[in-house]
């Protein structure tokens, strides 16, 4: 049935606002904020409005992804914080003790928020401890507690109101939903083709021919509607066709390498080149599923871990490639089954393109996990996954939450001592430019006075004018839609339009004068001043000088776990405490090292080091770990040895020494080609069972740590001196 016009016209909009979100936040910011300022000019409201409107805004605001239910959760959520922080700072105003009591506590509690949520608790830190600071700056008591409780609260739910207003119209952006089917099924078919001894053929051979055919079906269907989409077209629609392309060409060599897979499958070494391309199909299981979240998401961290995933994929190839062209020279089939290695690897950077070309916040870069886990089931919520419970926080969390508890203190104190009329501003101030390290700090001080400035000039030249009323709510209107429209995009614009913002409502309200521009920017360059040197006192250091030192403990613990491993084999021990507590070392060092490369991430641009090449290089030490582990299971029996097994241990405890060592050097190049030339027997030695199983899980594990240490010796060859993986990152 063809939709009316009407319908279609509403349709379209509703896709461009999706499209462009800098725009639809701009938008929801402004209807959220000026729906309670038009109601109190008409009515008179039971509570002071200016609660309600900064609560509305702020959670009409809020870019939030997910199933709905968790998103309605959230927003709820984020209300009730609101209007407890309003009703919070209403039974600390009339005294200077409850009032540094309440404002500790909320700052306190702010920290927490950023531990718990760190996707969206800044938001909601920083906006709860803005409506405690405007409560301690007007008069107090239990009747206006109520007042300001039941304010923000109204506010609150009319922030969810303008949120869910037009989920009914467009549950989902159905066009990226469908491209995200099609690597959904890629990812399917992936997973059937992975090798896996213990399925059985039969079953396996009818999984695959099910999944190709779904991914063929599906495949078709997407291209059907991209081309037939009767939508205004736009420039998402060409991108979309592209990654579903992508996807397409993928297929194709995927299938192509499988048949090349069973041609080899009577060979007497099959068993070990399966466990080698094991690492690469698991890889590209879950690089494939995370593609089909981010086309839908849009979320940025989901898009960076998608690109470390796509760097690790990349090495892994070129490393598999590499060690089946050498394993038997000028054998055709392991020559074609290289090639095709190859051919996956040229797709790599044209799937990343595409993928980037539809996600309007790709440039984005925070503090996002750079730890690449299995995706074994498809699973969009990234509100349940934003959830970290996981204790205690981190250092630098801790002694940030510190410093701002610290800075809001202090500026209460000025405010309730001296009893400025607008004394909030200094703490606000302090409260925005504070950032958890120095440079970013440094940053965005410079940022709020210089958009402080540029807005006090103009408002200031305005404030010559006699506007009328309709003019200044009109200007209020747009200048919250700036302001939010660039809050992501550039800070200091943002604050130009807040600065003007905040002079034409107070001039709605009474006569501003040119003092009143003044006293803002006075209270700007205070609080900036303030807050640069709270975090000079606590002189950073960057993490960029401390990645190397994290990154070579967890290379020698996974040394240490290997010739642990290697002992045992020797000796015929099973997973005993000595090799639990290798394990357990390995693991805690992979967990520092990427709460590193966390922090890392949100340093500024140049003090990052490369993070994506450096996330490759800890993602591989954590799988090396994984496959350490998957062999260490299986031990037992009698004693073990060989040349193959004792070359291994020896040469991959040499190549992690030599990963771990600052000032690499050719010897990176000569252990790739040592690793490559160690062979493992396609049969065990043993004629004991047990031994014989634990023998040949010592070849088929060690194929695979063969071929993960490959790539990440490729990825430190290949890596810039300065992208946090050697000597330069650390000076």
């Known amino acids: 049935m063809q939709r009316s016009g009407l319908w279609s016209r509403i349709d379209a909009v509703l896709e461009e606002r999706r499209l462009k979100p800098d725009l639809a936040r701009g938008l929801r910011a402004t209807v959220g904020f000026m729906l309670p300022v038009l109601a109190a000019l008409w009515w008179k409201l039971p509570f002071d409005v200016t609660f309600a409107a900064i609560t509305a805004q702020n959670v009409a605001m809020v870019d939030v992804r997910g199933s709905y239910p968790l998103r309605?959760?959230?927003?709820?959520?984020?209300?009730?914080?609101?209007?407890?922080?309003?009703?919070?700072?209403?039974?600390?105003?009339?005294?200077?003790?409850?009032?540094?009591?309440?404002i500790g506590g909320v700052t306190l509690a702010s920290g927490a928020?950023?531990?718990?949520?760190?996707?969206?608790?800044?938001?909601?830190?920083?906006?709860?401890?803005?409506?405690?600071?405007?409560?301690?700056?007007?008069?107090?008591?239990?009747?206006?507690?109520?007042?300001?409780?039941?304010?923000?609260?109204?506010?609150?739910?009319?922030?969810?109101?303008?949120q869910v207003a037009l989920w009914p119209f467009r549950s989902e952006h159905p066009l990226r939903r469908?491209?995200?089917?099609?690597?959904?099924?890629?990812?399917?078919?992936?997973?059937?083709?992975?090798?896996?001894?213990a399925r059985a053929a039969a079953d396996r051979q009818r999984a695959i021919a099910e999944r190709e055919a779904q991914l063929r079906l599906t495949l078709d269907q997407t291209r059907h509607t991209?081309?037939?989409?009767?939508?205004?077209?736009?420039?998402?629609?060409?991108?979309?066709?592209?990654?579903?392309?992508?996807?397409?060409?993928?297929?194709?060599r995927v299938v192509a390498l499988n048949s090349a897979l069973e041609n080899l499958r009577e060979r007497t070494d099959a068993p070990l080149l399966a466990a080698s391309l094991a690492p690469v199909f698991s890889s590209l299981v879950n690089t494939t599923r995370l593609v089909a979240v981010?086309?839908?998401?849009?979320?940025?961290?989901h898009l960076a871990a998608v690109e470390v995933r796509l760097v690790r994929l990349s090495h892994l190839l070129q490393a598999t490639e590499d060690r089946v062209a050498g394993h038997e020279p000028g054998d055709p089939a392991l020559h074609q089954l290289a090639n095709l290695l190859h051919q996956l690897g040229e797709l790599v950077p044209e799937t990343r393109a595409a993928l980037r070309a539809t996600i309007a916040r790709a440039g984005e870069r925070a503090?996002?996990?750079?730890?690449?886990?299995?995706?074994?089931?498809?699973?969009?919520?990234?509100?349940?996954?934003?959830?970290?419970?996981?204790?205690?926080?981190?250092?630098a969390l801790v002694r940030f939450t510190i410093r701002l508890a610290s800075l809001q203190l202090l500026g209460v104190a000025v405010m309730k001592h001296f009893g400025f009329s607008r004394g909030y501003w200094l703490p606000l101030t302090m409260l925005v430019v504070l950032q958890p390290d120095y440079g970013t700090t440094r940053l965005r001080a410079a940022q709020r006075v210089l958009g402080t400035i540029a807005g006090g000039v103009l408002a200031s030249a305005l404030l010559w004018l006699p506007l009328p009323g309709w003019a200044i709510l009109a200007a209020m209107a747009l200048t919250m839609a700036g302001f939010a429209f660039w809050l992501k995009r550039n800070y200091a614009v943002a604050v130009f339009f807040i600065t003007l913002f905040v002079v034409l409502i107070t001039e709605a309200q009474e006569r501003v004068s040119v003092?009143?521009?003044?006293?803002?920017?006075?209270?700007?360059?205070?609080?900036?001043?303030?807050?640069?040197?709270?975090?000079?006192?606590?002189?950073?250091?960057?993490?960029?000088?401390?990645?190397?030192?994290?990154?070579?403990?967890?290379?020698?613990?996974?040394?240490?776990?290997?010739?642990?491993?290697?002992?045992?084999?020797?000796?015929?021990r099973r997973f005993d405490d000595r090799l639990i507590a290798a394990k357990r070392a390995a693991e805690s060092a992979n967990g520092a090292l990427f709460s590193s490369l966390q922090r890392m991430s949100a340093e500024p641009k140049h003090?990052?080091?490369?993070?994506?090449?450096?996330?490759?290089?800890?993602?591989?030490?954590?799988?090396?770990?994984s496959a350490l582990t998957g062999l260490a299971v299986q031990l037992g029996g009698a004693p073990l040895s060989g040349p193959a097994l004792t070359d291994f241990v020896h040469l991959a405890g040499e190549a992690l020494a030599e990963l771990a060592r600052e000032d690499r050097g050719p010897r990176l190049a000569e252990l790739r080609a040592a690793l490559d030339r160690v062979h493992f027997p396609s049969r065990p030695r043993a004629t004991d069972a047990a031994a014989a199983r634990t023998e040949l899980a010592a070849y088929l594990q060690f194929a695979r740590c063969a071929t993960e240490l490959d790539a990440m010796l490729l990825e430190a060859a290949s890596g810039p001196a300065g992208a946090g993986l050697g000597p330069a990152a650390s000076r």
Do not use: C, K
Not at 83 to 98: I, R, T
Not at 294 to 300: A, D, I, N
Not at 371 to 389: G, K, M, W
Not at 540 to 547: N, S
């Open 607 to 625: 003090q990052q080091a490369d993070v994506d090449a450096a996330a490759a290089l800890a993602n591989g030490n954590q799988r090396l770990t």
């Open 113 to 162: 928020w950023r531990h718990v949520i760190p996707d969206y608790g800044p938001s909601i830190a920083s906006t709860s401890v803005f409506l405690t600071l405007l409560a301690l700056a007007l008069p107090g008591g239990e009747t206006v507690a109520s007042q300001h409780f039941l304010a923000a609260l109204a506010g609150g739910l009319l922030g969810v109101l303008v």
């Open 294 to 301: 981010t086309v839908v998401s849009r979320q940025p961290s």
């Open 226 to 252: 991209l081309e037939t989409h009767g939508g205004r077209p736009g420039p998402l629609l060409p991108r979309l066709h592209a990654l579903n392309h992508a996807a397409a060409r993928l297929f194709t």
């Open 72 to 102: 309605l959760g959230l927003l709820l959520a984020m209300t009730a914080v609101f209007a407890g922080s309003g009703w919070l700072g209403a039974f600390g105003a009339p005294a200077l003790a409850p009032a540094l009591a309440v």
């Open 178 to 197: 469908i491209v995200s089917d099609s690597w959904l099924a890629l990812s399917d078919l992936l997973d059937a083709l992975t090798p896996d001894a």
């Open 367 to 395: 503090a996002f996990s750079l730890e690449l886990l299995d995706l074994h089931a498809r699973a969009l919520r990234p509100l349940a996954a934003a959830i970290n419970l996981r204790w205690p926080p981190e250092a």
């Open 515 to 572: 003092a009143f521009t003044l006293e803002r920017l006075a209270a700007t360059l205070a609080g900036g001043v303030l807050a640069l040197a709270a975090a000079y006192l606590f002189w950073p250091v960057w993490e960029r000088g401390q990645f190397p030192q994290i990154l070579a403990r967890a290379l020698g613990a996974n040394r240490a776990y290997l010739q642990a491993i290697g002992a045992a084999l020797a000796e015929g």
